[in-house]
């Protein structure tokens, strides 16, 4: 407080007559801008904006017009809209163009320079992966703070063992690729009990006999005519629906010629190998627009075939015995000169051993001593392609070797006694995203790789046989080196190759 001239106290403390100065209220908008901004006062005229250097930079006049009082009635600039972009692409590095057959493609890059292409992802493929993250279970990680130490949270079990329902509002797009997914994974089933349905009405008995008779002695999966092949059945819009369920997606590193004859090797094998199925069985992925001119054939057991129904669903969409007559007659039989040449079949190489070593975020190959295909390839004069299916392991979840040995072992008792083996394996449900025998919706790449060339030979020595399985695994190896930042993100390991 201050005494005044009469001996009183001031009510108000005093104040210097600068701090008044600089505290006292703008008379006009322009000096209001500049005090708060803290330029320089207004001279008349022209005012020097200098640099940092304490040279002149810039002279900024201020028209009259600005020192005034009232409403601005100036007629305002439209305020613009946003900036949509026609036809993103989610993947980096990626280019959209038109080839010669005015084919929308995309063409991945990766750092090395290294070059895919497939057909452009759609709409319904880009939903997928969006609401495909929504089903990932939620992490159960939390920020450590080291100030306090905390004792267990209440209903954090409940949380991490609780089942996931799917939300009633879920879109009919979504509901149909559940359908056609679960119709494929329950078809051998469906077309048995069709069958003994049909058994049972003695009506059909007259024409179920000699059916019988037909699937005991038919030749058709092994004669490589493929007279059944229905390519209408190959390409029904439902198979879309199929492929957009996990997304599923097909990419080429090269363009193959369809002067030659070719075997495709199919990696890993996973639990039911989807990805083969959706790229070489049918139109989904577009296979003949990215390989124009060839005619490919995925292999499965023989054993298919002799069940009643559902070998005629096999052969209708083009699949055949994996049996070595059946792949030599595939190769040298059909195409523009009747040798092969335009032909080729796909090979899950690995087979039910490796589907037990099916684990999800890791790729363990068993591919060391499987040298059937490499002989059949040199006899037939069919280049190898090696194709890797980066996610297939990531469908399903499995129970581990180490965990349970003893399961492990009567599992491998089962394959040599059968020939195959049952992997106990669990998924996501009809209805929730926890429980069940439904594939996880989880992206599928395919790539298809480099062709290995081959030198016919009907006698093939051994020498000649692991030098082209060593091109083949280093092929194999490059695939994975190059395009596992871009498609294997979330693994855990390296790609391991055992026997």
Known sequence: MALNANGML???????????????????????VRQDSFLPPRTNGDIIEKSSNGHARKEVNIPEQYVGQGEDNAPRSPVRKPHKRNGSIRAIGAKKEKDDHSLVVERFQDTEGEKLTSITTTSIYEEGVRLGEKEKKPSMKHNERHEL??????????????????????PLQRRLQTLVVLGHT?????????????????????LLLPYLLHILFSSAATSGSLS?????????????LFASYFPARLHRSQILPPTRKYVFGYHPHG??????????ATEALGFSQLFPGITNTLLTLDSNFR?????????????????????????????????GMGRAITIVVGGAAESLDAQPYSLRLVLKRRKGFIKLAIRTGADLVPVLSFGENELYDQVKPDSHPL?????????????????????????????????????LNVVVGRPVKVLQNKQPDEAYVD???????????????????VFASERTGELEIVG
């Open 407 to 443: 399961i492990h072992k009567a599992q491998l008792v089962v394959k040599k006694m059968l020939g195959f083996t049952i992997p106990l394996f669990h998924a996501r449900g009809v209805f929730n995203y926890d429980v069940g025998m439904m594939p996880y919706r989880r992206p």
């Open 186 to 206: 329950l078809c051998v089933a469906l077309f048995l009990t069709t069958f003994f349905f049909l058994c049972a009405i003695p009506l059909f008995w007259p």
């Open 149 to 170: 130490v905390s004792g267990r949270r209440a209903g954090a079990g409940w949380q991490r063992s609780g089942i996931r329902f799917a939300p009633m509002n879920v």
């Open 307 to 339: 069940i009643p129904l559902y070998r005629d669903y096999a052969l209708a969409l083009g699949l055949a015995s994996v049996s070595r007559e059946s792949c030599e007659n595939i190769l040298s039989r059909g195409g523009p000169n009747g040798e």
């Open 271 to 280: 639990i039911i190998s989807h990805g083969a199925f959706t790229a070489f």
């Open 467 to 485: 030098e082209i399985h060593g091109l083949y695994v280093r092929e194999l190896e490059r695939i994975w080196r190059e395009w596992r930042d």
């Open 228 to 240: 059944y092949r229905s390519e209408f059945l190959r390409s029904l819009k439902l198979w879309s």
């Open 10 to 32: 001031n009510l108000e403390p005093s104040q210097s007559k600068a701090y008044e100065e600089n505290h006292s209220a703008a008379k006009t908008y322009a000096d209001s």
